[in-house]
Each structure stands twice: as structure tokens, then as C-alpha cells.
């Protein structure tokens, strides 16, 4: 059971950052240090140093003149921690059962 205020609950998820390369851009070419997931040419980073990941993120974007299509970068929200914590609620019982 997970117990807290909003942003005590909310603080524990990962924060989440979002966009699309151009053509021409494999996701291969991101820093290494961020770890993203691709799905065609979008791309959705999770960590818990959104700030830190993010200036990364520009800062590769700056230097190797690429634009970053449609960026969003946010905090968890209330509806995604309890989404995780159902999930994760739900895979303990499959494995209890």
C-alpha cells in the first residue's frame, strides 16, 4: 500500500519527457545517458531527474541542430501513479495466486 500526500506519491514516478524526432534522426543518435523508448519517430524518455534529462536533451538538440517535434516534458501525475500502483497490485496477485 503506498501512503503520502499528492506530491510525496507523485515524487516516487518517474517524470516523463516527449517528442518526435525529424526525418533523418534515429533515436540511436540521443545521448546515451537518457534512456528512451522509440515508437517510429516518437520517442518518450521516463526519469527521475527531469531538469537534469531535459537540459541534456536541449543541449544535444542545440548542438546537433535537430528539432525536437512536439516536446512535452512533465511531472507524474496523480492519475499515473495510482495507474502504476493498481498495475503493480495487480501483477503481486497473478503472482500470489
Same mark, same amino acid.
Do not use: C, N, Y
Given at each position: 500500500?503506498?501512503?503520502?500526500?499528492?506530491?510525496?506519491?507523485?515524487?516516487?514516478? /518517474?517524470?516523463? #519527457?516527449?517528442?518526435?524526432? /525529424?526525418? $533523418?534522426?534515429?533515436?540511436?543518435?540521443? /545521448?546515451?545517458?537518457?534512456?528512451?523508448?522509440?515508437? $517510429? /519517430?516518437? #520517442?518518450? #524518455?521516463?526519469?527521475?531527474?527531469?531538469?537534469?534529462?531535459? $537540459?541534456?536533451?536541449?543541449?544535444?538538440?542545440?548542438?546537433?541542430?535537430?528539432?525536437? #517535434?512536439?516536446?512535452? %516534458?512533465?511531472?507524474?501525475?496523480?492519475?499515473?501513479?495510482?495507474?502504476?500502483?493498481?498495475?503493480?497490485?495487480?501483477?503481486?496477485?497473478?503472482? %500470489?495466486?
Amino acid at each position: 500500500m503506498t501512503s503520502g500526500t499528492t506530491a510525496e506519491v507523485t515524487a516516487t514516478r /518517474p517524470s516523463r #519527457i516527449r517528442f518526435q524526432l /525529424p526525418d $533523418g534522426t534515429a533515436p540511436a543518435q540521443l /545521448p546515451l545517458s537518457l534512456r528512451a523508448a522509440a515508437d $517510429g /519517430p516518437r #520517442i518518450e #524518455i521516463r526519469t527521475h531527474r527531469l531538469q537534469e534529462s531535459l $537540459g541534456e536533451l536541449l543541449r544535444w538538440a542545440a548542438e546537433s541542430d535537430v528539432q525536437l #517535434i512536439g516536446l512535452d %516534458a512533465r511531472s507524474a501525475s496523480l492519475e499515473e501513479a495510482f495507474l502504476d500502483i493498481a498495475k503493480s497490485a495487480t501483477e503481486t496477485e497473478k503472482v %500470489a495466486a
